[in-house]
């Protein structure tokens, strides 16, 4: 499968702006998904990448670059309730979705 | 418009027993999947189906099997359970697993002990 690589955890002030980075094997590349998992739950879809650049989706845009193998989230305005695991995918082997450890972001007052 | 639902929500399991963990659909969605979840990691994709009667070792299958015998309903089997296969469990279904998302269930908390 992929090799998706993101950071652990997050730390973040309310009102701020995070970015949450993603790497990933460029070989075999069929986009790049991200989904957003609060505490106890279960993930919800948040944005899909295949082509360069960014897209966005209210407070939240997704970026990538597939020459360098790269993505990112951005949160902007966060809130309170932004606070949970962001989880990068992309499909590899059978084109099924390889999913990355997550990053805990923690939105702090 | 139920979507993904998993039972149970949790369980305990002493080593040894069997279980079938339930998932059902009701999108009509060809692709469903099984993963886990183990604390402060990603998800691991157990088995997935692509349709009714294929079925596909994902990445750790070792300790389980699944059947499709429906294009809703796709059970998740532990034989022999171990301490090693507690875990959250989640099943999820998509379209397709490129450019559409997947639903998810809310997920099975197990316990072996």
């Known amino acids: 499968g992929q090799n998706i690589d993101q950071p652990t955890e997050m730390t973040a002030t309310e009102g701020a702006i995070v970015q949450i980075n993603c790497t990933y094997q460029t070989s075999g590349f069929n986009g790049l998904f991200w989904y957003q998992q609060h505490a106890g739950e279960a993930p919800t879809f948040l944005s899909y990448n295949v082509l360069d650049g960014l897209e966005e989706k209210g407070r939240f845009s997704s970026f990538l670059s597939r020459s360098k193998g790269y993505s990112y989230l951005l949160l902007k305005e966060l809130q309170m309730k932004d606070s949970a695991s962001y989880l990068c995918a992309s499909p590899g082997g059978s084109y099924i979705p390889t999913f990355g450890r997550g990053t805990s972001l923690i939105v702090h007052p | 418009n139920a979507g993904v639902t998993q039972t149970p929500k949790f369980r305990i399991l002493k080593i040894g027993q069997s279980m079938t963990l339930q998932c059902a659909q009701d999108m009509n969605h060809n692709y469903m999947y099984w993963y886990r979840q183990d604390p402060g990691m990603g998800l691991k994709l157990i088995y997935y189906s692509v349709g009714a009667g294929i079925t596909d070792k994902g990445e750790v299958p070792n300790g389980y099997n699944v059947s499709r015998s429906t294009t809703e309903d796709f059970p998740l089997r532990l034989e022999l359970a171990a301490p090693s296969q507690t875990s959250v469990y989640f099943c999820?279904?998509?379209?397709?697993?490129?450019?559409?998302?997947?639903?998810f269930g809310q997920g099975t908390r197990l316990t072996v002990v």
């Open positions: 999820a279904s998509s379209w397709s697993p490129l450019n559409t998302e997947a639903f």
